[in-house]
């Protein structure tokens, strides 16, 4: 019982935690584009800056450090050496002596032999610089005190008034002869300095910091304005793209960007105005489509009112001719809402599709011997040729309509005398069903146009020998469906053909498609099971 109060403030602290987070985010993503963009940049120069001055710090601290500490060694170890080659010149009586095995003592260091010191003080003045003799622990010249004063090296600092900062503080040089004997030692510092650092050191460290800070500021202001270009040139196709979008929606439809370039945003403004002039083309035709069905259904409803009226009124009988024109007129009303309702059911893809293996030459022989005598009435002749063993995988009734609508439209659209051929033929992947006629033909422009719902090749031409205007468009329907297409051939005065392209039979490909579906229904009934559970 006692773990479940835990569990809880567990869980309220995690929600906070959350809450805490989604409020910055939301406070961040509440600014601007342009603004985020130059805060953005000004982030990467700031910590660009640090890092860089962290690595400069570094340097300063470990490297250069260390090569000062050396040089100053360096100049500690030359003044010793100098130190004992002028004490070896000035006692060479007595160190010959010495060598001989003489008993006396080496006589100790004198301010004379210190000169070499001297010359470095005078050469460096910011540094500090003490010879101490061994024999006798005097020091025998020191910088830091009046004309180098010797006294003895057991003074404390206080008493002397001296300079004399800690060992590893200074650099230190014995000052041995060539017999290897000490006879001193060369104690060097700077001034004020703990790090051996000269006075030049020093400003030069101070001079490269401000050069890092005066370079952070420029770096920072430099990145907020190259990021305030760059968010505004982003931004500014953004923005024209919203505006023409925003115009779209109120609706103005020929509204276009008209963004030149190859990058990204150009190809995005370019895409939208693809989209929006096919809308416009679509609004185009949805205003022809209202004023084509409104028209088709008006013409035979006013027929079939003013009939029943007239029969009604006693001016016509109710005899077998006024009830033939009521029914052509019911008949035409019905032929127009069952295409619309076909052709509505294939683009929602709500018929399902009957799939098997289809022989296309069976399937399309007893089509043409139906239509036969339709061609014939019409005073034109039918041609119909296929190929064996034109086998794919389909629908056998979509199929069959397809076809049959590309009859019907090649009749109506084909004067007398002339004639329609029917042809099926095996390519190396796909089957082809063409349909040729000797009719009015089409031009490019209503070739792109043809497959568009409730258009008619002459828009002169009467409803009644025009057809409904949505044949062709189930035929595309269709054909998309079974993952083929439909091509368009012919030129003005010269009769078209329509040639349905539809994917060969292959067992392999099938299947995979097949194990394809499968899948993705599993994963959708299992994420539906999850959303349920959760619920």
Sequence with gaps: MASEPKQASGKKQRTDERTARQRIYDWFFGFSYTTRVTVTFSLVAIMTVVVAMGVLSYVWEEHFQAYTRENVQQLADTTAANIANRYERSNSATLDAIGEGNKMSYPSLSINDVEPAESVHMLQPGMGIRVISSSTETVVYDSSRPNGSSYSSSNSIDETGSFAPSDGKMASAAITLGDGQVVGTVQIWVYGSDLLLSKADQEFRMQSYQGMCLAAVLSVALASLIGILFARGLVGPINRITKTAQEIKEGNLSARVNLDGKDEIAELAKTFDAMAESVESNQELERRLTTDVAHELRTPLMAIQSTVEAIMDGVFEADEERLNTIDAEVQRLSRLVDAILKLSR?????????????????????????????????????????????????????????????????????????????????????????VRDTGIGLSPEERRMVFKRFWRAEESRQRQSGGLGVGLAVVKEIVDRHGGWVQVEGKKGEGACFTIHVPLYDEERIKAQKEKANSKERGAKAQAAKRKGRN
């Design 346 to 434: 294939l683009e929602s893809r709500s018929t399902p599709m009957n799939e098997e293996v289809v022989d296309v030459g069976d399937l399309i022989r007893p089509l043409v011997m139906s239509h036969e005598a339709f061609v014939n009435d019409a005073g034109l002749t039918l041609e119909y040729d296929a190929e064996p063993d034109v086998i794919v995988y389909g629908d056998r009734d979509m199929l069959r309509q397809a076809t049959a609508n590309l009859i019907s439209n090649a009749v109506r659209y084909t004067p007398a005398p002339g004639k329609i051929a029917v042809s099926v033929k095996r390519g190396d992947v796909m089957a082809a069903i063409a």
